[in-house]
């Protein structure tokens, strides 16, 4: 009841901010079908299992800019949720207060059922919620363990545990399906993929529960591209949450479980892979109607 | 260079265009390989052109010149594996000196007490520097240059100012200046055969190793590879970055006060003049060593192997009675043919950011 309440007044607040700050040329086409799928988007958050993490009705505003409104959506264990997003659509604002770098303004996001705020990026890591950025923080000339290790490394009376940390990289990374001849080598040397995924089975080992991957694949060609989509569903199936962040439906419709739809800072909606065909999820996040619109122009000229 | 095209088989899951490294390129990976074959090189040269550089004495004493920049060009490598430089490096071994000269012949301070203070002043030196950088993002290099100019400049100017002169005199006259002597300048002979080993040779031995043990096998030496090889990664990881390159600056400082003791007790004097330009031999020998000007890869026993090609090379020249003119000539060419070869390595290693 009440939960019905609020999703009436956001709509309200939705399109008294669609007027604002929206372009007049893409406001109707863009903000009407996302509030009415945003009733959807709770619904489902009520109904699914314990998540691991989940946010209802989160927001987040910097001074007068509001940068995410009233976005809804959990991630439980063994399950892929994609955040899809153009650029602007507020997917970093997303990453952010799940990774603990911002606080969100309105809404909760919660743990485990619990509504938590996180300080910091290291309350995040408690939580277990690990963030592997675009730059995955590795330094290329050193060696794989010695990355695999950095900022948390083993060491007994001020001496490394060598031996020991090259053997659980060989074995964490051996878990995602990296066969390393040679930990030792420059993690520099591995493709992109194996580096991405390196990432992620440090954040695993780390005790992350449920991981959030900013675009692993924007920077990767094709096939390197399927090298990481590959990690991701091996990390799933490792019974991790994966937060897989990207604006390509191609990349995240064959991993995906659930795709949360982001734009212009608003949910167009979170749908389960049963519920969404492919094109269809593209044509949401072009703007189906606006890249119609732009095919007739192009035609035209 | 030819590189193995060749898919290497027993690595299947490897991406099979990723080529795998030849045997040669994979051990000048190894920074000190490259120095260490140098080394050899000239040893060989100066043993079969001069009669006196395999003598027991001529051993000692390229040993002895090799060890005074050996020690310098550790502390500076492992800060240039930390990414940054130290320009005032050399001065704050005149620096030194001249404070516990001044401290203890013209005020008569115990000579003890007069190394501590000195200590203090260069860790001081050294913290100074890298908060500044740590603070303000300035380059190292134009931060450190500036320490430089100041030391060199207080170095002549207060010893003029309270001595008159431009050197400490009367050093020997110091109550405990033996007891001093015996750590820091002493010189250990081994009966009539002419060698003689001088405490500094130790102590450069030792300072290399703990720098080796330190870089490979700690905590720290992991952040220093870090902080150097990528600044944004190491913050990201946790790695308290700002205490790592701050220790770092107070390290080479405080391996600029040793050097300043160990030729103050050695030769019981010190000018004012003291180090100035050695700050650059620093980085060469530690450049020749394999680390890398860039940050993030090197190690401290190749920058070792540089101090004594450098030290090798001084002495080697003047027992051949060459114009020692030659040794500025040769240095340029070693540090030229060293960072090419770094370049091929890095090319070799990171080469795919």
Not at chain 1, 126 to 153: C, H, I, K
Not at chain 1, 229 to 253: C, E, Q, S
Not at chain 2, 155 to 163: D, E, G, H, S, Y
Not at chain 2, 228 to 255: D, E, H, W, Y
Request: charged share 15%.
């Amino acid at each position: 009841m009440n939960e019905n309440e609020e999703v009436a007044d956001e709509r309200v607040l939705e399109k008294a901010l669609s007027r604002d700050s929206a372009p007049p040329e893409a406001g109707a086409a863009g903000t009407v079908p996302g509030s009415e799928l945003l009733t959807d988007a709770v619904d489902m958050s009520i109904v699914g299992e314990p998540a691991i993490l989940e946010v209802r009705d989160i927001g987040k505003t910097y001074g007068s800019i509001i940068a995410l409104k009233g976005v809804s959506a959990s991630v439980s264990a063994s399950e892929v949720l994609c955040v899809l997003g153009d650029n602007g659509a507020g997917k970093s604002t997303f990453i952010k207060i799940l990774a603990g770098a911002h606080d969100y303004s309105s809404g909760a996001l919660l743990v485990d059922g619990v509504k938590r705020h996180f300080s910091s990026p290291r309350a995040a890591l408690d939580a277990g919620v690990a963030t592997v950025y675009q730059d995955l923080a590795v330094v290329p000339l050193m060696p794989v363990w010695r990355n695999f290790f950095l900022g948390s490394e083993l060491s007994s009376a001020g001496m490394l545990k060598v031996r020991q940390m090259k053997a659980i990289t060989k074995q964490e990374l051996g878990k995602m399906g990296i066969d390393l001849r040679d930990v030792d080598q420059p993690i520099g040397t591995l493709s992109g993929g194996e580096r991405q995924s390196v990432a992620i089975a440090r954040a695993v080992y780390f005790g992350a529960r449920v991981v959030i991957l900013d675009e692993p694949t924007s920077a990767l060609g094709v096939k390197q591209a399927g090298v990481v989509l590959k990690y991701i569903a091996r990390a799933r199936d490792n019974g991790l949450g994966v937060v897989f962040i990207t604006h390509n439906p191609h990349h995240a419709y064959p991993v995906g479980d659930r795709f949360l739809l982001l734009k212009r800072g608003v949910s167009l909606g979170l749908y389960d892979k049963s519920e969404i065909a492919i094109d269809e999820l593209t044509g949401l996040m072009a703007g189906g109607a606006e890249l119609e619109a732009l095919a007739h122009e192009l035609a035209r000229a | 260079m030819t590189t193995s095209t060749l898919p290497g088989g027993a690595a299947p899951s490897l991406d099979e265009r990723l080529k795998r490294a030849n045997p040669l390129v994979k051990a000048l990976r190894r920074p000190e390989v490259g120095a260490g074959v140098a080394a050899i090189l000239i040893f060989i040269f100066f043993s079969v052109v001069t009669d006196s550089f395999l003598t027991p004495a001529g051993v000692s004493t390229w040993l002895y010149s090799a060890s005074l920049y050996g020690i310098m060009a550790v502390a500076v490598a492992l800060l240039m594996i930390g990414g940054e430089f130290d320009l005032s490096a050399g001065a704050m071994t005149g620096t030194t000196g001249l404070m516990v000269g001044v401290l203890t012949t013209w005020y008569g301070l115990s000579v003890w007490v007069a190394l501590i203070i000195a200590l203090a002043f260069a860790l001081g030196i050294g913290f100074f520097n890298g908060i500044i950088v740590m603070k303000t993002g300035l380059p190292s290099f134009i931060v450190t240059l500036g320490t430089f100019f100041i030391l060199q400049g207080i170095n002549l100017a207060v010893t003029k100012l309270i001595t008159g002169q431009v050197a400490i005199q009367g050093m020997t006259n110091v109550p405990g200046y033996s007891g001093v002597k015996a750590i820091f300048g002493e010189s250990i002979g081994f009966g009539s055969s002419g060698f003689h080993l001088e405490t500094a040779v130790i102590w450069w031995v030792v300072i290399t190793i703990i720098a080796t043990v330190v870089l490979m096998r700690t905590r720290a030496g992991n952040w220093i590879f870090a902080v150097g090889g990528q600044l944004q990664s190491a913050r990201q990881t946790g790695v308290p970055v700002n205490r790592t390159k701050i220790g770092l600056f107070m390290t080479t400082a405080g391996c600029g006060w040793l050097v300043g003791m160990l030729s103050l007790f050695d030769v019981g004097t010190v000018q004012a003049t003291t180090g100035i330009g050695d700050e650059f031999i620093y980085i060469i020998c530690a450049v020749v060593g394999g680390c890398l000007l860039t940050g993030g890869f090197g190690s401290a026993a190749g920058a070792a192997i540089g101090a004594l090609i450098y030290g090798m090379t001084l002495q080697g020249i003047v027992f051949a009675q060459w114009d020692n003119n030659w040794l500025k000539a040769f240095l340029g060419a070693m540090l030229l043919l060293a960072v090419l070869i770094n370049l091929y390595v890095r090319r070799q290693a990171g080469g795919r950011e």
